[in-house]
């Protein structure tokens, strides 16, 4: 049976903070393996990660990642940067590129210098963008998040605006839904909710 792993993940930053958001379906070709698929994930008390694609794939990332960072943050006594965790990912990503990890990834945070989202594709190419949308309903939410996306919007509308533009989505993109994971992180910290559709 040919395998196809479908989702949408998006991420949204703002002046106060980032919003990173996916849903929960975890499909097989036209079976639902799973309605409760993790896609959102926190690596550092700063920085989050969230992806589409093959689920084994993704939670190896975030697992490997989230022990190379704690290392990292231990050796030097240091918080790391939403770049360098982004660049590390990318790294990973690109040195499978010739078996490519079957996952589009988003990183978002906030660090010294301010809110930062990245975008990768499966074999590590690394963007910095004010917001994003990946995976199979990517299309769809990318429209909803385009009309009324502003820099300057509130944490709270950032929030209201990925919750909308995932719910597009859902409500189009039969490889996507049975509900959203949100992760919202600021300054103050980070905050993880789940929204039933």
Sequence with gaps: MYYYGGATAVGLKV???????????????????????RKVYLITDRIGMAAAGLIADMQAIAKNVRAEIKYYELSIEKKVTVRAVSKLIANILYSYKFMPLMS?????GVDDTGSHLYIMDPVGSLI?????????G????????????SKDMSIGEAKELAI???K?????????????DILIITDKGYEEEFIRV
Excluded: C, H, Q
């Excluded at 910095?128 to 199979?136: F, M, R």
């Design 15 to 37: 002046n106060t903070g980032v919003i990173l958001g996916a849903e929960r379906r975890f499909s097989y070709g036209g079976f639902i393996m799973s309605k409760a698929a």
């Design 104 to 108: 589009e990834i988003l990183v978002g």
């Design 128 to 136: 910095e963008d004010d917001y994003a949308s990946i995976g199979t």
């Design 138 to 149: 990517a299309p769809i939410a990318i429209g909803i998040i385009e009309s009324s996306y």
């Design 164 to 166: 909308k533009s995932l």
């Design 168 to 180: 597009a989505a859902l409500s189009r993109d039969s490889m996507s839904g049975d509900g959203i």
